[in-house]
């Protein structure tokens, strides 16, 4: 069962994750963003999709499921 720490320390991680980029390169930070504008929407729609399939998975196989 998934207990709120884990929940809890999931989202710190996400944090640390998110804010790795913009830390280390944010003008390449700021170019990977335009270049996201650019992008059709359902294009980025299928990209999300993928990370949430790819995400769901790896947490399937950590959690030893």
């Not at 929407?41 to 299928?46: G, I, S, T, V, W």
């Amino acid at each position: 069962m998934l207990a709120w720490s884990d929940l809890l320390a999931a989202f710190a991680l996400y944090l640390v994750l998110e804010g790795i980029m913009p830390f280390l390169n944010p003008g390449g930070m700021k170019r990977a963003m335009a270049l996201m504008l650019r992008i059709p929407d359902p294009q980025l729609r299928f990209g999300g999709f993928g990370a949430i399939v790819v995400g769901l998975v790896l947490l399937v196989i950590a959690r030893g499921g």
